[in-house]
């Protein structure tokens, strides 16, 4: 069973827009990750943001996590034809060595 | 330096025949993963090894599947008698230690279909 489920399933955009995604999840948390999927080829870990943190930025990314929500946001700002790629949110459980639960995935055409 | 690498990457099987996966993870990486990802979904956990230790095997769909790591290292994701619902891409994951906190390396996956 997945435990996130991402907002909007599908975004396209204009080259140079933001774009913002969302992720739900059910159940407390360690941590929650970001990562993208090309078509083809494997993910790659965007992010990490921690339960006692509310806001993270890399390059382009900013994370932000509401655990009172149970949400998460991933905004890539100015984006890039190379952005366009699935990009899926992934929970950490809090006890144990387990492994990360993944959403179903928001799909980002970024136009040209 | 090498990253997680998987093979085959592509391979299609006749219904009822067995298939081998291979995973080769990242240099001294404790922690080892197996996903399974449909398509349009996102991947769902089968397994999980810390060294040679299967520690988890909560995801595995059925009796059919068979994960192995003896020497702590290279891992095989072994599939019986497929089904054509086994299609899916396989992906595997590694991580420096283990624990939560660790960010897991995914390889390439190989891509099962099942005719």
């Known amino acids: 069973s997945q435990q996130g489920e991402e907002d909007p399933q599908a975004l396209s955009i204009q080259e140079g827009e933001n774009a913002t995604m969302n992720c739900s999840y059910k159940t407390s948390i360690n941590n929650l990750q970001w990562y993208r999927q090309n078509s083809g080829r494997g993910l790659v870990h965007l992010i990490l943001?921690?339960?006692?943190?509310r806001e993270k930025h890399s390059g382009r990314l900013r994370v932000t996590l509401d655990t009172s929500k149970k949400s998460s946001s991933l905004l890539i700002t100015a984006s890039r034809a190379a952005d366009t790629a699935s990009y899926f949110c992934a929970t950490v459980l809090l006890t144990g060595n387990t492994p990360l639960v993944f959403g179903k995935g928001t799909r980002l055409s970024v136009i040209a | 330096g090498a990253g997680v690498s998987q093979s085959p990457r592509y391979k299609v099987a006749k219904r009822g025949q067995d298939v081998a996966l291979r995973c080769d993870p990242i240099s001294g990486h404790v922690s080892l993963f197996w996903y399974q990802q449909a398509l349009g979904q996102g991947p769902e956990f089968l397994t999980y090894?810390?060294?040679?230790?299967?520690?988890?095997k909560s995801g595995l769909p059925s009796d059919r599947f068979f994960a192995e790591r003896p020497e702590g290292s290279v891992s095989t994701l072994k599939i019986q008698r497929t089904q054509q619902e086994d299609s899916a891409v396989y992906l595997c994951?590694?991580?420096?230690?283990?624990?939560?906190?660790?960010?897991?390396?995914f390889g390439p996956g190989t891509r099962l279909t099942v005719t």
């Open positions: 090894f810390q060294n040679e230790a299967q520690l988890d």
């Open positions: 994951a590694s991580s420096l230690g283990a624990g939560v906190t660790y960010e897991q390396y």
């Open positions: 943001i921690r339960s006692n943190e």
